[in-house]
């Protein structure tokens, strides 16, 4: 058992033992010396040093406890975090320079989101740092740093952003063969789980044990779930988190993704972000919830003294219209999003907004003027949350400071056969090379470096024929 002194405690003049409210946290610390009782007080033994990399995978390193707390510096090869999802590198080119020395960028751990990983066997903690260089620069193209960067331009004019991510995913049947299609999972009842299921408190229950461990996991390590349904798709659920910083989402975002995905393989099911993980069902988005306020106070700048619908609101939208197809590429990151951003589906293919209206791309809920805020139906699950939040709040500030007015409004279903975003991932990075205001709210560093890997990605995907060339292209041509 830990000493008083060891664990952080006090004793008080009656003799009894007093637990520093730190110590009880879920989730951060403010400072060093409360981080080495935190984690004395848990015993942990070793701890997740950890950072999301383009495509929101996390990356770092394990160590010791006693090691992490010792100031020891952590480092990563910059070349991580150029990296294609397959592992491969972008050649240098249309402004991106390939650094030949893959020199090291230093882990800033942000203790604020020190937590417990509470799958692992062994007492473990988890903390995601931030990106340096060795001389303490910024690295701007490191995804948190990118959603920061997004955070201080909105900063610069007196403004906050508040956003609210819903995540859609599939759980499917274990399949370790990736040239078998993937099939929904079977359930508590025995039987393979079919689609249909919208908002189905049965189908939820399908996976009450499943489910109980992502509550379970969710809590240990202070992440808040706001509601959990079933989606269309055959076992595709969605997990709603409760309106807050885009930092704090963001983070919660990427451990959620990790943490679903623990719980599921302890059930030997699969857990997946794919936006279009099987053929005929619906694919899986990550819709955004977005209010703006101000700094100072927290007032809504959406609605104004009246309770009426401000300049700001429209041209926020007016932003959301005119750049995200240039900014897409960020919200449907891999060849594979293109299939879920398709004419006769569920989700929207157009720019256009309007009231509790689902088939536009721009939602606006029914809600108190307090709340009013933008829904984008556009991103997809498998997208970087940091790079979405940061993508859709970056187009939504241009619309402010440019005062672009939106179109109007759309009052009934948007034709679905008009597609207005771009079809793929080249034409996507085309588009995001060329939008200068973006790129100056990202950063250049950033935008080279991302249509870089993109592009990169895209050279591999085109070196695999696909099962459809087989069947209709084999014989016939």
């Not at 060795?134 to 193209?141: H, I």
């Not at 300049?311 to 891999?334: C, V």
Request: glycine share 8%; aromatic share 8%; hydrophobic share 35%.
């Amino acid at each position: 058992m830990l000493d008083n002194k060891k664990a952080g405690r006090s004793v008080g003049r009656s003799g009894r033992v007093r637990t520093p409210a730190f110590l009880k946290n879920l989730r951060g610390v403010k400072g060093w010396k409360e981080a080495t009782a935190w984690l004395e007080w848990r015993g942990i033994e070793d701890i997740e040093c950890i950072t999301p990399d383009q495509a929101g995978v996390a990356r770092g390193k394990m160590m010791p406890s006693k090691k992490f707390t010792s100031n020891t510096s952590l480092a990563l090869p910059s070349a991580v975090f150029m990296a294609t999802i397959s592992g491969e590198y972008p050649e240098s080119g249309n402004g991106f320079v390939y650094p030949e020395d893959d020199g090291d960028l230093k882990l800033v751990p942000d203790l604020a989101t020190l937590s417990v990983v509470p799958w692992e066997s062994d007492p473990t903690a988890q903390v995601i740092c931030d990106l340096v260089h060795q001389d303490g620069r910024v690295v701007e193209f490191s995804p948190r740093n990118v959603l920061k960067r997004v955070m201080a331009k909105y900063a610069e004019h007196g403004l906050k952003p508040i956003v609210a991510p819903e995540i859609e995913f599939y759980l499917v049947h274990k399949n370790p063969d990736p040239d078998y299609p993937l099939t929904p999972p079977v359930g508590r009842s025995g039987r393979p789980i079919g689609g249909g299921q919208g908002y189905s408190i049965a189908g939820v229950n399908e996976f009450d044990e499943l489910i109980d461990d992502i509550y379970h996991f969710s809590e240990t390590q202070g992440l808040e779930i706001d509601t959990l349904i079933h989606e269309e798709g055959a076992g595709q659920l969605e997990i709603n988190l409760r309106h807050g910083d885009p930092v704090e989402l963001a983070d919660q975002v990427f451990l959620f993704k990790r943490t679903i995905r623990e719980a599921a393989l302890k059930h030997d099911t699969y857990a997946t972000f794919m936006a279009k993980p099987i053929q005929d069902q619906p694919g899986s988005a990550m819709h955004i919830h977005q209010s703006v306020v101000t700094a100072k106070g927290g007032r809504n700048v959406f609605s104004d003294e009246k309770d009426e619908e401000t300049d700001t609101f429209h041209h926020f939208i007016g932003g959301l219209q005119h750049h995200i197809p240039n900014a897409l590429i960020m919200l449907a990151p891999y060849v594979n999003s293109y299939r879920r951003l398709t004419q006769g589906s569920s989700v929207p293919v157009n720019t256009r907004w309007g009231y509790d209206n689902r088939t536009t791309a721009f939602r606006v809920p029914r809600s108190d003027p307090a709340a009013r805020r933008v829904e984008n139906r556009i991103p997809s699950s498998d997208a970087n949350p940091y790079l979405a939040l940061a993508a859709s709040l970056a187009c939504g500030l241009v619309g402010i400071l440019e005062k672009t007015a939106p179109d109007a409004p759309a009052g009934t279903a948007v034709n679905q056969d008009e597609i207005e975003l771009p079809r793929g991932l080249l034409e996507a990075v085309a588009l995001f090379e060329r939008d200068t205001a973006l790129r100056d709210i990202l950063g250049e560093p950033f935008t080279t470096t991302y249509a870089a890997i993109k592009r990169a990605e895209f050279e591999t995907f085109m070196k695999v024929i696909s099962p459809w060339e087989r069947e209709y292209l084999l014989l016939n041509v």
